[in-house]
């Protein structure tokens, strides 16, 4: 299911040209169909578990959608929802924001926000 206010904060990543890849690990047509059923639009780079050799909690699906947007991982902010893809996006080098309560056995000291509802955006 969505996270409240996703498909408005990714239309607005996409429309303000906001570099934006997908990493996921679910066989692209089911991903299509998911993002497609919960009115979320799908961000002109995405990688899943076929474009990698290893995919999450390893690295790799994290480094190759910054190589592909073509910025450092180090200036990559990544939005999970499960602990593999944090692993994997923590793994890589990039800064990990948990999204909803999926992932209890992270902790308390992972930055986390309930929803999307709300989320705002300043670039620089």
Do not use: N, W
């Not at 047509?29 to 979320?40: I, Q, S, Y």
């Not at 690295?59 to 450092?72: H, I």
């Not at 902010?77 to 924001?97: F, I, M, N, P």
């Amino acid at each position: 299911m969505e996270a409240s206010g996703a498909a408005a904060f990714m239309t607005a990543l996409i429309d303000a040209r906001v570099p934006l890849a997908l990493v996921t690990s679910a066989p692209i047509a089911l991903m299509r169909v998911r993002m497609e059923d919960a009115g979320v639009p799908i961000p002109p780079v995405v990688v899943s578990a076929g474009d990698v050799e290893r995919g999450k909690p390893d690295p790799d699906p994290y480094l190759k959608a910054a190589e592909l947007l073509g910025v450092p991982i180090s200036s990559c902010l990544v939005l999970e929802d499960a602990l593999s893809g944090y692993t994997s996006a923590r793994r890589a080098g990039a800064q990990v924001l948990l999204v909803g309560d999926g992932v209890p056995e992270a902790g308390s000291h992972i930055p986390r926000i309930a929803d999307f509802t709300g989320i705002t955006f300043t670039i620089h």
